[in-house]
Every structure is written in C-alpha cells, then in structure tokens.
C-alpha cells in the first residue's frame, strides 16, 4: 500500500483508524473522504499529520470517487463510510439504504474498474441475535439481519464478496463486535452514558437492560483491520471481537459507578425489534493472521471515560448541534 483512500475517516471509527493508521505507517498517503453527516466531525482530523488530505464529498458521487482513486494514485479502498444507528435506521431507513448499499456498491464499481484492493467494514449485526446459551457467531454462521440498519449492512457484505467471487476484485470484510474509545458520537449507549452523568442528566436504558454485546476497544479494531490488510486471504471474511461480553446494565453501571451517579439511571421503553445477544468468534483471526485483542474492559474504559473528560467542548459542541 502507498495510497490509501479512507471513506468515512471523520466518524468514530475511521478517525481512530487514520490515527492509528498515520502512526504505523509513516509513509503511507492517506486520503479521507467523508461527507460529515451528523456523524462526521471535522474537528476528530486536527493534528493528522500532512499525510492525510481531507476531502468532503459522498461515496455515491461517482464522478468524485473517480477523480480521487485517478489524481491520487489510489491503490487500496478501506470504506468505513455508513449509516450505522440502530435507531435512526428504524426511524428512517431510507439514509441507511442511500448509503451502506448503494454507496458501497458506488465504491465497489470503481475499484473494479481500476483494478484495486477493497476492504469492507462491516458489523456483527448482520448475523442477527443469539440465545443466552447459543455459541458465537463464526465467519460461516448464517446471515439474519433484524434491523435496517443491519440488513443495510448484509447487503454491502454480500455485494462486497460478489465483487470477488464474479470479477475477481481483491476484496476482504471484517465483521466486527461493538465498539468504544475516543470521538465516538454521543448518541450512541457508552458515550452517552458518559456525558449525561458529567451533565447530570438521566441515563436512559431500553428495556430490562439485559441485553448482551461484545465489546472491543477501537484501537483493538484498527490494528485487527490494518493486520487483515497486511495478510488477509483475499474474498475471505474475518470476524473481530474483544472477548467481552457485558449486559448493557452492567456497562452502564460500570461508567456510572466511575462517575458517582447511579442515581441517574432509568429503563426506557424498549427499542422494537431489540436483539438480545451479541457474541462473536474471532478465532480465525488469531489462527490464521495472529491478531488478538489486547485491550481489557477497565483498561479501556478507563481511558475513555478519561477522553469524555477531557474533550467536554467536543462533545457539547456536538449535543447542541
């Protein structure tokens, strides 16, 4: 890899991913095209070094794509680019189907027209929900979308791998557990939580607040993707977990126990559809690449507790927006 176009590299994890990224590979130009919807933060890109180029543009601009991957010598798609709330997805499909299918399939036609390697970020959602005793999900698990926004993503895994298996496009997915670190939106359960107990406010949890997910820290992620990049199997998937599963309640509990503010918490009514368990087996992963995640749950949430504190004017700035 010498170019690299990032799409999606304001939000949470493509910003961490860039960051990451310009840190272990000094040499490598990295071009960032988001279009900062109400995720994109142009502010998470201060500091970069001055080999990442910024542009502001949508993935489905297809005269766009082109003159980047052309003017910069793209040579490696890594698109992060998506609509990814759960409940804005209810609310509204339509943004999550604009986005996460047609502008990956936008992506995928110009990289098979110029002959470059794609990888796909996507998420275990796509695999549905799991029984408390059921085992986690593995790369051949069957796909069982239950909201929008998951069945947004199924979709782009499947063009994705498509793009491989009929023309031969250099492609990898990684489907990966939740995440939590540093610029993520604070709409979403860990930030948010976070910022409403150092505003006083009431921490909303959907329904009896059991629900089980797997929690990775994002550096964890992006190393899982930049090793994926390094060895991966072209058209093969791999799956990325932090070996942590945690109810929502005991995560909230856990950050509002750090805060001083167990008071602040309520069951909300729950969310439609919600699925109950989260859990992937990223065992491939360690076999085949060596990667591991290295970053334990106190660890991690320390540090981003820590951030949440520390970057108060980045989070306000969003919530008033």
Partial sequence: MKNILVTGGAGFIGTNFIRYL???????????????????????????????????????????????????????????????HVDRSIEAPKPFIKTNINGTYT???????????????STDE????????????????PYRPNSPYAASKASSD?????????????????????????????????????????????????GDGLQ???????????????????G??????????????LTNMDVVETICRVLGRLDLIYHAKDRPGHDRRYAIDWGKAIRELGWAPTTDFASGMGHTIGWYRKNRSWWEAILKS
């Fill in 158 to 206: 499947h063009l994705a791998r498509a793009y491989w298996h009929t023309y031969g496009l250099p492609v990898t997915i990684t489907n990966c557990s939740n995440n939590y670190g540093p610029w993520q939106h604070p709409e979403k359960l860990i930030p948010m939580a976070i910022t409403h107990a150092l505003l006083g406010k009431p921490i909303p949890v959907y």
């Fill in 22 to 84: 310009a840190s272990k590979c000094p040499d490598l130009h990295i071009t960032n095209l988001d279009a900062l919807t109400y995720a994109g933060n142009v502010e998470n890109l201060r500091g970069l070094p001055t080999q990442h180029t910024f542009v502001k543009g949508s993935i489905n601009d297809r005269e766009l794509v082109g003159d980047i991957v052309r003017s910069k010598s793209i040579d490696t798609i890594v698109h992060f680019a998506a609509e990814s």
């Fill in 212 to 230: 089980v997910r797997d929690w990775v820290y994002v550096e964890d992620h992006c190393r899982a993707i930049l090793t994926v990049l390094v």
């Fill in 232 to 245: 991966g199997v072209e058209g093969e998937t791999y799956n990325v977990g932090g070996n942590c599963q």
């Fill in 107 to 121: 992506l995928l036609e110009q990289a098979r027209q110029s002959g470059i390697r794609f990888h796909h970020v």
């Fill in 126 to 141: 796509v695999y549905g929900s799991l029984g408390a005793s059921e085992a986690p999900w593995t790369e051949d698990s």
